[in-house]
């Protein structure tokens, strides 16, 4: 899985998104659990592994906009 750092995500921010761990082919951690979040490449429609620091901050965007939705 290829990793995306902030500097890359910056390059085109369109291209990458976090969708939820539980959409049909999503990968699971290392433990066999699902995960919460996982990214996603829209170009390439596979998914993809965030920076630790890129993560979190597009994690919280996506909670934020599902908050503001309900």
């Given at each position: 899985?290829?990793?995306?750092?902030?500097?890359?995500?910056?390059?085109?921010p369109?291209?990458?998104t976090?969708?939820?761990?539980?959409?049909?082919?999503?990968p699971?951690?290392?433990?066999?659990?699902?995960q919460q979040?996982?990214?996603?490449d829209?170009?390439?429609?596979?998914?993809?592994r965030?920076?630790?620091?890129l993560?979190?901050?597009l994690?919280?965007?996506a909670e934020?906009?599902?908050?503001?939705?309900?």
């Amino acid at each position: 899985m290829d990793k995306i750092t902030a500097a890359i995500y910056e390059q085109n921010p369109e291209r990458y998104t976090v969708v939820s761990g539980h959409t049909q082919g999503a990968p699971t951690c290392a433990y066999g659990n699902v995960q919460q979040w996982v990214g996603y490449d829209n170009k390439i429609q596979t998914y993809v592994r965030f920076s630790k620091s890129l993560y979190k901050r597009l994690v919280q965007k996506a909670e934020s906009l599902l908050t503001n939705n309900m």
